[in-house]
């Protein structure tokens, strides 16, 4: 786990004051976006209504669905936590954030990855792959005819992956896997 450093320690005291919420909700949501680069946290706070989750660009989702002041306010603290990573050292370990090299190299460079719970991804379009990670395994997929624009986990652990694209949200089971020679 990833500690702070003494100015992680004075933004994210910073950060708490100024949203209204405990340093300890600030610390774990900033630990989520750490795990993601800073694109995306998956979170269960109470003070941020429980279970939720948040991804950069506007996708915000509370326990308490109906709650927009909440879904606000959480927006308004990741979208500063995840400024706050990107522009400054909040940790001093850097090894829970996705790398760009941690990726098969005959894959090129990720357009996106993201990390939920325990399992990382990353897409590459230009070589129609789809990389996750679990359990210290890297399994790719071939996404040939999909334009994906989003993923989505199920929510209790069950680590069931859904990704959109034009053909609508579609589960990864229904993508081939791609063998060591089709990389």
Not at 50 to 69: A, K, L
Not at 164 to 178: D, E, I, R, Y
Request: hydrophobic residues 35%; aromatic residues 6%; negative net charge.
């Amino acid at each position: 786990m990833p500690q702070p450093t003494d100015q992680g320690r004075r933004i994210m005291a910073d950060l708490a004051s100024s949203h209204g919420v405990s340093p300890d909700t600030v610390l774990q949501l900033a630990e989520a976006l750490h795990r993601s680069d800073g694109t995306q946290a998956q979170f269960n706070l109470p003070e941020l209504g429980g279970m939720g989750q948040w991804q950069h660009g506007g996708m915000v989702m509370v326990g308490d669905m109906f709650n927009t002041s909440l879904k606000t306010r959480v927006d308004a603290l990741c979208t500063d936590l995840a400024h706050a990573l990107r522009d400054r050292t909040l940790f001093t370990d850097d090894q829970a954030a996705p790398s760009k090299t941690d990726w098969p190299a005959a894959v090129g460079q990720p357009s996106a990855q993201g990390a939920q719970n325990d399992m990382r991804y990353a897409l590459f379009p230009q070589t129609n792959r789809l990389a996750i990670a679990r359990n210290g395994k890297t399994t790719l997929y071939d996404t040939t005819g999909h334009d994906i624009t989003g993923f989505g986990q199920a929510q209790g652990g069950s680590q069931s992956l859904n990704f959109g694209s034009q053909h609508g949200t579609m589960p990864l089971a229904s993508l081939p896997v791609v063998t060591d020679d089709q990389t």
